[in-house]
């Protein structure tokens, strides 16, 4: 099956900064098939990116996906108070569809 | 709206057997496929199942095969996860997923708020 490994672990940041967050796959994954989901505690995932690059419906545009093959990345620009989550990465590409272990993003 | 609820949850021993059951709502049901994902205590999220529209195809995580069963009916817009001899690792929140679109290859747009298992003597 196809390991995503997420880094960091961990990512704090105040508000109106960057946040860079990476998913590595274990074997090449079609880029249409790369996805990011973010979780607030006690609440369903909210997808946030499909293919890689698409933002979901109402996903506003400080957060942008990019990257293919093995290496992907979440970007969120001008982070604000709400964006405090886990954010997990998922390849739908070869079955078993599996998810990466989350980056928590912890807002200062 | 758009709602996904899930219900059948609670406490089983191990080897016992509970369905699971995700009421859909707020958009055409028999157009999408469908999955289940869990989340054990404190952990990832994990893929568990998914069903085409049709329901005559279906696909399952290899620690699920031969003991989870995914089925759907589109009368009633309704999803289910029939788990039989469940393991204390089967513990974890089952959250029921729409898919983009038909096929299982699919992101998952909207979720459930999940419905707990807990495997337990």
């Known amino acids: 099956e196809i390991v995503l490994m997420q880094s960091p672990g961990t990512l704090s940041l105040s508000p109106g900064e960057g946040a860079t967050l990476s998913c590595r796959a274990s074997q090449s994954v079609s880029s249409s098939y790369l996805a990011w989901y973010q979780q607030k505690p006690g609440q369903a995932p909210r997808l946030l990116i499909y293919?890689?690059?698409s933002r979901a419906t109402g996903i506003p545009d400080r957060f942008s996906g990019s990257g293919s093959g093995t290496d992907f990345t979440l970007t969120i620009s001008r982070l604000e108070p709400e964006d405090s989550a886990v954010y997990h990465c998922?390849?739908?590409?070869?079955?078993?569809?599996?998810f990466g272990q989350g980056t928590k993003v912890e807002i200062k | 709206e758009v709602q996904l609820l899930e219900s059948g949850g609670g406490l089983v021993q191990p080897g016992g057997s509970l369905r699971l059951s995700c009421a859909a709502s707020g958009f055409t049901f028999s157009s999408f496929g469908m999955s289940w994902v869990r989340q054990a205590p404190g952990k990832g999220l994990e893929w568990v199942s998914s069903i085409i529209p049709v329901g005559d195809s279906a696909y399952y995580a290899d620690s699920v095969k031969g003991r989870f069963t995914i089925s759907r009916d589109n009368s009633k817009n309704t999803l289910f996860l029939q788990m039989n001899t469940l393991r204390a690792e089967d513990t974890a929140v089952y959250h029921c997923?729409?898919?983009?679109?038909?096929?299982?290859?699919?992101?998952?747009?909207?979720w459930g708020q999940g419905t707990m298992v807990t495997v337990s003597s």
């Open positions: 998922q390849q739908y590409d070869i079955s078993p569809w599996t």
């Open positions: 997923a729409k898919g983009v679109g038909v096929s299982p290859r699919n992101a998952l747009d909207i």
């Open positions: 293919g890689a690059s």
